[in-house]
């Protein structure tokens, strides 16, 4: 079960709003769809959950490129929504690079030898390499993303099972949360 709420800053306080993701398909779309909440530019925040598996926070703040925090890249990455937030550069990855998957294919230990393999996967850079593609387990991203908002970074990491009320509360509008959910 997933809950998605955009809280939009705006002079007379927050504004919360349900979001239904199902026409998104890119953080591009997320972004714009970020951005029509708040047509003075103001920040506004994206917050998905899922259960207790992992909740993503994602801030857009005008026409900058949207900031990106996401509590379990690995439980996100079996995830619909959460694959819109894990984006290459996001995990660090060469954006389109499907050299990669070849590389990979590579590092059967005949090619190189047995010790390139063994540090490699000592740094856990390979770890999996034969799958292509490691999705690290744990936080991903910005982490600072809300400091400025009252939520150090912290908080953030330490949050699970109610990570959005967690959030709303943090930043006063659990109220106008809770009026979404």
Request: charged fraction near 35%.
């Amino acid at each position: 079960m997933y809950f998605a709420a955009l809280l939009a800053r705006t002079e007379d306080g927050w504004e919360a709003s349900d979001t239904e993701l199902d026409d998104v398909e890119t953080l591009s779309d997320l972004a714009d769809l970020a951005r029509e909440a708040s047509p003075d530019e103001d920040t506004v925040l994206v917050l998905i959950e899922q259960e207790d598996a992992w909740f993503g926070v994602v801030r857009v703040d005008g026409e900058e490129d949207p900031r990106i925090y996401v509590s379990d890249a690995a439980a996100a990455a079996r995830s619909s929504y959460g694959e819109i937030l894990l984006t290459d550069e996001l995990l660090g990855r060469d954006p389109g690079d499907d050299g990669d998957d070849l590389d990979a294919l590579d590092l059967d230990g005949t090619e190189d030898g047995e010790s390139d393999d063994d540090e490699e996967d000592g740094d856990g850079a390979a770890a999996g390499a034969g799958a292509g593609e490691v999705v690290p387990h744990g936080p991903v991203g910005d982490a600072e993303v809300l400091d400025d908002l009252g939520v150090s970074e912290k908080e953030l990491r330490s949050m699970s099972g109610d990570a959005v009320g967690e959030i709303a509360e943090a930043l006063g509008v659990s109220d106008v949360l809770e009026t979404v959910r």
